[in-house]
C-alpha cells in the first residue's frame, strides 16, 4: 500500500528563517508527487508537481525538489502570508493502469510569526 | 479560484439521514475526484468518475455512491450516517486520465452529522 509520511506535524518560523519541510513515500511505481497548499477551512491549493529524482521547480519563495524516496519543500524567508498547511501527495500506477487516486501525507502546519 | 464548485458549503443534518453534494469540474475537465477530509484520517480519495464512468475506487463506504452526469457535474451521495461520517468532502477535477495532470480542488463542503 502506498505511504506518504510528512515532517515535522508543525513548524513554526520567524520571517525571514528559512526551513525545509520533507515528504517521505514508500510506492510501488510513482508517477508524481504533488505538493498543495491548504488555508483553513479550504480546498487544497495546487503548487508543485514532480515527476523523477533530480527534478526542482520553484515558485516565488518556495522550491520543491525530489529524490527517490523522498521530495523536500525548501521555503526561503517566508513571511506571515505563508502560513498554511503543507500537503504531499503521490501518484502511482499499479498493474500497468494508471489511477488518478492521490496519496497524501498527513501534512505540515507552518506558521510564520512576523 | 480553482474553477471547481461545490454546494452546499455547510451541511447539518442528523444520524441515519441522507444528503448529496455537488460539484461542478472546471470547465473543460472530463474527471471528477472525491476526497473525504477527517481530522484523524487525513485527506482520502473516495472515488473517480471519467466522463460519466467510475474509474477507480478507494475507501469508499458502501453506503455511500456517486455519479457523474452527461454534462460532467457529480453527486455524492452518503445515505445512513453515523456521527463519523462528519467531515470536510472535497471534489477535484482534471482534464482526463493521464497521471502528469493535476487536480484542482473545489472549497469543499463541511458536513456535520449531530
Known amino acids: 500500500e502506498d505511504q506518504v509520511t510528512q515532517s515535522p506535524e508543525a513548524l513554526r518560523l520567524q520571517e525571514g528563517e528559512s526551513s525545509s519541510l520533507n515528504c517521505s513515500y514508500t510506492v510501488s511505481g510513482l508517477r508524481g508527487l504533488f505538493w498543495y497548499r491548504q488555508d483553513p477551512g479550504k480546498g487544497p491549493e495546487f503548487l508543485f508537481t514532480l515527476y523523477s529524482a533530480g527534478e526542482e521547480k520553484e515558485k516565488e519563495r518556495l522550491k520543491a525538489t525530489l529524490t527517490k524516496k523522498e521530495s523536500f519543500l525548501h521555503i526561503t524567508a517566508p513571511k506571515p502570508e505563508d502560513s498554511a498547511t503543507y500537503l504531499c501527495?503521490?501518484?502511482?500506477?499499479?498493474?500497468?493502469?494508471?489511477?488518478?487516486?492521490?496519496?497524501f501525507g498527513q501534512g505540515t502546519i507552518l506558521t510564520v510569526h512576523p | 479560484d480553482s474553477g471547481v464548485t461545490q454546494t452546499p458549503k455547510h451541511l447539518i443534518t442528523a444520524t441515519g439521514q441522507r444528503v448529496t453534494l455537488r460539484c461542478s469540474p472546471r470547465?473543460?475537465?472530463?474527471?471528477v475526484y472525491w476526497y473525504q477530509q477527517s481530522l484523524d484520517q487525513g485527506l482520502q480519495f473516495l472515488i473517480q468518475?471519467?466522463?460519466?464512468?467510475?474509474?477507480a475506487k478507494g475507501n469508499i463506504l458502501e453506503r455511500f455512491s456517486a455519479q457523474q452526469f452527461p454534462d460532467l457535474h457529480s453527486e455524492l451521495n452518503l445515505s445512513s450516517l453515523e456521527l463519523g461520517d462528519s467531515a470536510l468532502y472535497f471534489c477535484?477535477?482534471?482534464?482526463?486520465?493521464?497521471?502528469?495532470?493535476?487536480?484542482?480542488f473545489g472549497p469543499g463542503t463541511r458536513l456535520l452529522v449531530l
Open positions: 468518475y471519467y466522463n460519466g464512468e467510475e474509474r
Open positions: 501527495a503521490v501518484q502511482a500506477i499499479k498493474g500497468g493502469t494508471s489511477y488518478g487516486k492521490l496519496t
Open positions: 470547465s473543460g475537465d472530463l474527471s
Open positions: 477535484a477535477s482534471s482534464v482526463g486520465l493521464a497521471v502528469w495532470e493535476t487536480q484542482y
